[in-house]
């Protein structure tokens, strides 16, 4: 099963970066005319083992400062392009380089940051459990549950990584890629 899904991930993630080639230059070109240089934003996150990694994102903020040398709050910092790519989620395309890489999957819990990780272990049990598969680019917790605002909301969503975990297949995969396009496209339903 595992060696079946990761050729399925490769193939995806090659298919659509090779036909996506002309959106992703596009996008990369807006980036850069927007928030400028580098266009691709990396970032320590979580993974399998709790193994650290690079995830790549396009970047969606200026590196902007106030007087004192602090960066501005991220309302301040985010560009007019950046607030269209989280929202159609076309920030996320380049983490297909981190599936390609073998640091995720296309399907499975959304990597965290290393502190933001620590401190939810802590706070909540089994947390680390997710830690037994790939992060994914999208996953069952996206599909079913909002982002969270509450550790109550996390621990909703930990609910939902752990089923995924224990009834991974291709077919839910399947089924998780088809309930993440409505909620991309659309902004229908939890992401």
Do not use: C
């Amino acid at each position: 099963m595992v060696r079946v899904k990761r050729l399925i991930d490769v193939a995806v993630a090659a298919s659509v970066l090779v036909l996506g080639a002309p959106v992703l230059a596009a996008t990369a070109a807006l980036v850069y005319a927007d928030v400028g240089r580098p266009v691709l934003f990396r970032q320590p996150r979580v993974g399998r083992g709790n193994r650290v990694f690079e995830l790549i994102k396009f970047r969606t903020m200026k590196d902007a400062v106030d007087r004192e040398g602090r960066p501005l709050p991220d309302g301040e910092r985010l560009g007019r392009i950046g607030r269209l790519l989280r929202a159609s989620s076309l920030d996320e395309l380049p983490q297909l380089i981190n599936v390609l890489r073998g640091d995720m999957n296309v399907v499975g819990p959304r990597p965290e940051q290393p502190r933001i990780f620590t401190h939810l272990r802590h706070q909540i049990d089994n947390y680390a459990d997710r830690q037994r598969v790939l992060p994914g680019i999208t996953g069952l917790a996206q599909v079913r549950q909002h982002y969270d605002n509450s550790i109550d909301d996390v621990r909703r969503k930990l609910m939902f990584d752990l089923q995924y975990i224990d009834n991974r297949s291709v077919g839910q995969d399947l089924k998780v890629l088809f309930q993440t396009l409505p909620v991309v496209v659309f902004q229908k339903g939890a992401w």
